[in-house]
């Protein structure tokens, strides 16, 4: 298996700090929306929200919704007593931006200093932000969250040990990065199966980026010069995004170091590829960091640019070398051809991927797919048959195993030739949760390839228990990006207009979501505007029949805090809003010519009135809420004081330049 088994403490600093920095961005996010979505005045109420499950019998069951949000009321009046001033707020609410506030904290310290990069700090973050996932809704339904607390459940056990003052990897440390590698394979080998068995024709065309770079939820400035790109081209890209997911996750697994370098390098282009042309948050940050577990340090070492290096602080005096050292021979050290060998061994490499790659063209994409209307040269039944219930993923789970176990008795054999009680117990622990996670996620994995010919290969009761009771955790997800392709007709977009006297109409900007037709594109990522991005979703539904959006309506027309703190631009500012429009158009780019001579980056047409001359006693309105389970209040809320006073985003850029001045020269003067 090549050189399994070699040091992985520089993937641990990089993955670990990386953590960091997501866990960063994700608190950042959910602080500056959570008031205006899950606070006591927002859009699904997080009181209400538990109000009726208790109502339902779950109250307070961490089973089934595991958070801290239960206790809110009693861990509040302990908190009140010290800070009097928070009494006039909601406990909920306030616990809910106490809960960002310390994981925006311990995130800022895991990047500020090793001494936190720990077991309990990140078991903090991991749990933090269960506590939130777990009553956050339909605003927490997207596949990164999950992928987050799955990702950050390993990123509990795959922090280093420290023996004598330094940092060494032990078994444990070692399932857990085969674990992070088995994940970068499920997650990009089901993305680009699902694509095909949800017989989306796009996908079978080859023509989804034909809609993709246009109807994505918050395309950003380069999003629209891809999109202007010849058709050819795209079908080209569509083909490579198969070859590179499929292809690529099966090269992560050959028993050649150098292919499963090439199938790591495939995996982190796409989604380069991706952060370049869209904004998706934190998502494909969290998968590059997952997808670098394919990498052993020497190739790390060489080819990490040496500014994310002097991130990583004291990583050079933390390293522990192995007990046993490997010495190199003395005739091959002053073999003058040694260098030229490898230079031609690594030539006849790359030539051989640069001919899989061809070959797998030529074979599955013809040409006449790519410059034709043709099609690709597969079937349905080949998909299923090949790479759902075939023999290709499982023998890509047995040889995920065989590493695993392969790299946890080299690691023993290098680091812990002693054979201690304690030693052997943390050997036996490491060796039964490498099993128990492979089995988990084994079996979400193949449920999510395709759900109409879901075969698991181990028929075993215990298994399927064991996966119904972590599903509230998300240790184990299924996994499946863009099974369908949106967009064919048209981006669909929902326009909100504002009137004082239900005659003359305005239209209201919202931050992030594209709205009048000269607003300029924006890059977002890695924050997360969970509210622009939901409205993405019920764009595409035919009525407007959800609580939160209904909410949002309800809560506009009342003028409320929470409402407005959603909205960039208002036109009626310091006037009230009594009346209500809602439009759907039909978005599309201008072309190259119709933007250099309008400067507008959209063109929309088709308007369909959603919603008409909405008013603030809208007996509908609050009858449908109400059957929601929505409560109806029409008190006016200030925005929390935590909000109000704590400028987290200032703050915490500030502290980023300042550890990478301090990391930055303090490598520089051990240089010196």
């Not at 919704?65 to 007593?81: L, N, R």
């Not at 989804?208 to 795209?234: G, M, R």
């Amino acid at each position: 298996m090549g050189r399994q088994g070699e040091n992985i403490l520089l993937y641990q600093f990089i993955f670990l700090k990386g953590m960091a920095f997501i866990y960063l961005a994700a608190f950042l996010s959910i602080f500056y929306e959570i008031n205006a979505l899950i606070g006591y005045d927002g859009l699904l109420p997080v009181h209400t929200y538990l109000k009726r499950l208790s109502n339902n019998g779950i109250n307070k069951d961490m089973s089934i919704v595991p958070t801290i949000v239960w206790w809110a009321p009693e861990i509040m009046e302990y908190i009140k007593k010290v800070v009097p001033s928070l009494s006039e707020f909601d406990s909920y609410e306030t616990l809910l931006h106490l809960i960002c506030l310390i994981g925006v904290l311990l995130s800022l310290l895991a990047l500020l200093s090793n001494k936190f990069m720990n077991f309990l700090v990140y078991l903090s973050l991991w749990f933090l932000y269960l506590s939130i996932f777990s009553v956050g809704q339909l605003f927490f339904s997207f596949q990164w969250d999950i992928m987050l607390l799955e990702a950050g459940f390993l990123t509990i056990f795959i922090t280093p040990t420290v023996r004598n003052g330094q940092l060494i990897v032990d078994e444990i440390s070692s399932v857990t990065r085969d674990l992070l590698k088995w994940l970068c394979f499920r997650l990009n080998y089901a993305s680009g199966v699902v694509k095909l068995t949800s017989q989306c024709p796009t996908w079978w065309q080859l023509t989804a980026l034909h809609y993709h770079f246009e109807s994505q939820p918050l395309p950003n400035p380069i999003s629209y010069y891809f999109h202007q790109l010849p058709s050819w081209l795209k079908k080209l890209f569509v083909a490579q995004n198969f070859i590179t997911l499929i292809g690529g996750s099966l090269l992560i697994y050959s028993p050649f170091r150098r292919f499963r370098q090439f199938g790591g390098l495939m995996l982190l282009s796409e989604q380069f590829m991706i952060i370049l042309t869209g904004n998706y948050n934190f998502f494909n940050f969290l998968t590059v960091l997952v997808t670098l577990a394919t990498f052993d340090d020497k190739f790390l070492k060489y080819w990490t640019p040496k500014f994310i290096l002097s991130l990583l602080g004291d990583y050079n005096d933390c390293i522990k070398k192995p007990l046993k050292k490997e010495t190199k021979s003395k005739d091959l050290k002053n073999d003058p051809y040694s260098p030229l060998m490898k230079k031609l061994k690594l030539l006849i490499c790359i030539l051989i991927f640069i001919a899989m790659v061809i070959y797998a063209y030529l074979t599955y994409f013809p040409l006449e797919a790519i410059f034709e209307n043709g099609k690709v040269d597969f079937t349905l039944a080949d998909i299923r048959v090949n790479l759902v219930n075939g023999k290709v993923p499982i023998v890509a789970l047995i040889a995920s195993m065989l590493f695993c176990v392969h790299n946890l008795f080299c690691y023993s054999l290098k680091y812990n030739s002693q054979k201690s009680v304690i030693v052997n117990t943390k050997r036996l622990f490491a060796i039964t949760f490498g099993f128990i996670m492979y089995m988990l996620t084994s079996y979400t994995f193949f449920a999510g390839l395709d759900k109409e010919m879901f075969q698991f290969p181990l028929n075993i009761p215990l298994l399927s228990q064991l996966q119904q009771q972590s599903q509230p955790f998300h240790i184990s997800n299924s996994y499946g990006l863009f099974r369908v392709m949106t967009g064919i007709n048209g981006r669909e977009e929902l326009i909100f207009e504002v009137s004082e006297d239900g005659i003359n109409y305005h239209e209201i900007t919202l931050f992030y979501k594209p709205g009048p037709i000269d607003q300029p594109l924006r890059f977002v990522a890695p924050y997360h505007p969970r509210f622009d991005w939901q409205l993405w979703f019920s764009a595409m539904r035919p009525h407007i029949n959800e609580a939160y959006l209904l909410n949002f309506m309800f809560k506009l027309i009342n003028n409320k805090p929470s409402a407005l703190s959603l909205i960039d631009h208002n036109p009626l500012k310091g006037k009230q809003i009594n009346f209500l429009n809602i439009k759907k158009y039909i978005y599309s780019y201008t072309t190259l010519e119709e933007r250099a001579s309008t400067g507008n980056v959209w063109k929309r047409k088709d308007p369909q009135i959603m919603a008409e001359r909405v008013m603030r006693v809208h007996n509908n309105l609050e009858k449908s809420l109400k059957l929601m389970n929505q409560e109806i209040d029409t008190k006016r809320y200030p925005i929390h004081i935590l909000r109000e006073t704590v400028p987290l985003i200032e703050i915490v850029w500030t502290l980023l330049v300042l550890i990478f001045i301090k990391n930055f020269l303090k490598n520089r003067k051990i240089k010196v």
